[in-house]
């Protein structure tokens, strides 16, 4: 997920090179996947990923 939300930040800016800088100062992806792996378990930098798929 986090692979392809940098990649569409780089596709947008090679239409509008000014929009990966407006990005920077009101994305709050990060913030969030950091959230959801906190919530649901997951280890960040480790070497164990809980996948959470659906609720399962």
């Known amino acids: 997920m986090e692979e392809i939300h940098r990649e569409m930040i780089i596709v947008v800016g090679w239409m509008n090179r ?3 800088g407006w990005l920077q100062l009101v994305d709050r992806f990060d913030t969030v ?4 792996r906190k919530k649901h378990g997951m280890v960040i ?4 990923y ?6 399962y």
């Open 18 to 20: 000014d929009v990966p």
């Open 33 to 36: 996947c950091t959230n959801i």
């Open 45 to 48: 930098g480790g070497l164990t």
């Open 50 to 55: 809980i996948t959470f798929i659906g609720g």
